[in-house]
T-cell receptor
Framework: KQEVTQIPAALSVPEGENLVLNCSFTDSAIYNLQWFRQDPGKGLTSLLLIQSSQREQTSGRLNASLDKSSGRSTLYIAASQPGDSATYLC??????????????FGTGTQLKVEL | DGGITQSPKYLFRKEGQNVTLSCEQN?????MYWYRQDPGQGLRLIYY???????QKGDIAEGYSVSREKKESFPLTVTSAQKNPTAFYLCASTQRWDSNGLAFFGQGTRLTVV
């Protein structure tokens, strides 16, 4: 079964700390992996997209890595700020046998950055 | 600005009533999707459409229906057959069904049964 798991479910850190969010997936047959941010009661905002052939992507203070063989991705946030407080979701676009693909989501990590 | 617009933001449904959630995109994307989000669970796929006049059931299609008469629009109807409809509903799109590009999401509709 193609699943996505995110640990921890919640994380609280002081402002300025560097932190890592983890995502693991069960099947290496993937097109890509996408990290999203979700604020309470809002939709999803795309942060980074890593294709299956890539090892990492960077955008500002964010860096996402992908290790397809071990089924893991990490989202690194440098110098965290209170404005980074949100739920971070990992989504894997799995390749389906017989054709097609499916975007499968983890349950997210709820991040709180405290002053 | 290009994007996905969902309306309404909040919707209340009485028992036995059908309601329709709107999703419009101006990104010229072929593929559109509906997801349901419940507390403590990942997003679950309800229906998807690869192209105009085509749609397929996702993992939890029972009690829902969709149409795709225009490329820009993919409305979701929550029927009275859906026994637990209270949830946050998200619409998404990608450039093509077989695309390895970004998935874009709307701001969601929160549906509550009263």
């Amino acid at each position: 079964k193609q699943e996505v798991t995110q640990i921890p479910a919640a994380l609280s850190v002081p402002e300025g700390e560097n932190l890592v969010l983890n995502c693991s997936f069960t099947d290496s047959a993937i097109y890509n992996l996408q990290w999203f941010r979700q604020d309470p009661g809002k939709g999803l905002t795309s942060l980074l997209l890593i294709q299956s052939s890539q090892r990492e992507q960077t955008s500002g203070r964010l860096n996402a890595s992908l290790d397809k063989s071990s089924g893991r991705s990490t989202l690194y946030i440098a110098a965290s700020q209170p404005g980074d407080s949100a739920t971070y979701l990992c989504a894997v676009r799995y390749i389906l046998t017989g054709g097609g693909n499916k975007l499968t989501f983890g349950t997210g990590t709820q991040l709180k950055v405290e002053l | 600005d290009g994007g996905i617009t969902q309306s309404p933001k909040y919707l209340f449904r009485k028992e036995g009533q059908n309601v329709t959630l709107s999703c419009e995109q101006n990104l010229n994307h072929d593929a559109m999707y509906w997801y349901r989000q419940d507390p403590g669970q990942g997003l679950r796929l309800i229906y998807y459409s690869q192209i105009v006049n085509d749609f397929q059931k996702g993992d939890i299609a029972e009690g829902y229906s969709v149409s795709r008469e225009k490329k820009e629009s993919f409305p979701l109807t929550v029927t009275s057959a859906q026994k637990n409809p209270t949830a946050f509903y998200l619409c998404a799109s990608t450039q093509r069904w077989d695309s390895n590009g970004l998935a874009f999401f709307g701001q969601g509709t929160r549906l509550t049964v009263v």
